[in-house]
């Protein structure tokens, strides 16, 4: 049995190695097909979005970037860099992952670097570029890409040719690439699209990154999966085979629902970070931990809060699992020796340990307390309520 010090230093490791990134449209008023529940204190400008990720890193000390959807946050492109630097020094994060948008415009109707007209492919691939050059112009390292590509019925369009289109697409996005940047394929299985989805699972993803180049690899959406897939197989297969460029961390009872990390399967989340600890900490800067949430119903702050402060405690109860004896038990194949081992790092209640390492750090022992003890909530609300934020379709 580990002593109690051991504990702790196995902690402090684990949490001195976390870091996770949250995206700015979970600050924006977001919702279904069949309505959005608008709140006063919703972001909707770029500062808004760096204030309120400014805050979640104060509160918690480990969200020091900020992803950015460029047509959401930067829909002048690269001329909106200078505003970003501004935003990054007054509120204390960095830019982060640079999402492309190639899924609102009217022509990609029926795709986008996939689309059957050359003419469409062509505007596709220049907003690619353009992402590529605004994450040049931030120093960000990721471009991470999402195609709601596909089609609605069999017969009505061709899944070869369009895999032809979409590896030329990623091939030409990669030539542009930095020596330091990266291009993360997203694989979805569905929706937008429901007979055929471009990039629909990992295979595809990883043989496009392949084919892209050396720089490029696959993001896995914990809400891109089939309910029955074993998702942490995955993740030992792309991490197998070098692919593994990172997460976008939801939760889900049904399809992509969006919903906060660890409200209905944590066991799955710690399941994952099991097999990323396997590969030990030399790997975790190549592995991009991101949050990928709407938060329709739940307060923003609040929500975005407790998804950090879960997906710490779902790390460090990872990190508390005996990984040599779990091996014994495996190559003994003493099933419930290591079942019981292994879930009962799970059960551990890590909170005093968390609480500890944060006022260690200067931060407060329960962020999500002291979130509501700092009135921002009250305070934005106040200020944003006036405004009505734009009613469009996500964020
Ligand atoms: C698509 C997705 C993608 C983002 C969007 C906000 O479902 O997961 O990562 O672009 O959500
Ligand atoms: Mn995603």
Redesign the pocket.
């Known amino acids: 049995m580990r002593s109690d010090a051991a504990l702790q230093e196995m902690a402090v490791q684990a949490l001195d190695s976390f870091q996770v990134e949250i995206?700015s449209?979970g600050f924006a008023n977001t919702g279904t097909r069949f309505g959005k529940f608008l709140q006063a204190g919703a972001a909707s400008t770029l500062e808004e979005k760096f204030s309120d990720a400014g805050q979640v890193h104060m509160l918690t000390g480990v969200t020091p970037t900020l992803a950015l959807?460029v047509l959401w946050d930067l829909p002048n492109g690269v001329a909106d860099s200078a505003v970003v630097h501004q935003m990054e020094d007054r509120y204390g994060v960095s830019a982060g992952s640079i999402?492309p948008n190639l899924?609102q415009d009217q022509e990609y109707k029926f795709g986008s670097l996939c689309n059957p007209s050359i003419e469409i492919r062509e505007r596709a691939i220049s907003h690619m570029l353009d992402s590529v050059a605004i994450a040049r112009e931030l120093g960000s390292r990721d471009i991470?890409l999402?195609l709601?590509d596909g089609s609605n019925y069999p017969g009505t369009q061709s899944m070869r040719r369009r895999i032809e289109w979409r590896e030329e697409g990623l091939v030409r996005t990669h030539e542009r690439l930095a020596p330091n940047q990266r291009l993360l394929v997203?694989y979805?299985p569905f929706?937008p699209a429901f007979y055929h989805t471009d990039i629909g699972d990992w295979g595809m993803a990883s043989h496009l990154a392949m084919k892209a180049g050396p720089q490029a690899r696959v993001l896995v959406?914990t809400?891109?999966h089939y309910a029955t897939q074993n998702i942490e197989q995955i993740v030992a297969w792309l991490l197998h085979t070098n692919m593994l460029g990172g997460f976008?961390f939801n939760d889900r009872r049904y399809a992509?629902d969006?919903l906060t990390l660890g409200s209905i399967d944590p066991y799955q989340i710690f399941r994952i970070f099991h097999e990323i600890q396997l590969s030990g900490p030399g790997l975790l800067p190549e592995i991009a931990f991101m949050i990928?949430q709407?938060h329709n119903l739940k307060g923003k702050m609040e929500a975005m809060v407790q998804t950090v402060a879960t997906a710490q405690m779902l790390w460090l109860k990872a990190a508390l699992v005996d990984r040599e004896m779990l091996q014994q038990f495996q190559e003994k194949c003493d099933l419930v020796a290591a079942e019981e081992l292994f879930r009962g790092a799970f059960w551990l209640d890590v909170r005093p340990l968390l609480g500890e390492w944060r006022q260690k750090r200067g931060l407060p022992g329960d962020p999500l307390a002291a979130l509501a003890e700092s009135g921002y909530v009250q305070r934005i609300s106040n200020e944003r309520g006036g405004k009505r934020a734009p009613v469009n379709s996500?964020?």
Do not use: C, R, T
Request: charged residues 35%; negative net charge; glycine residues 4%.
């Open positions: 995206p449209w959807h999402n899924f991470s999402w709601p997203e979805k929706e959406d809400g891109h976008h992509d969006d990928d709407s996500y964020a």
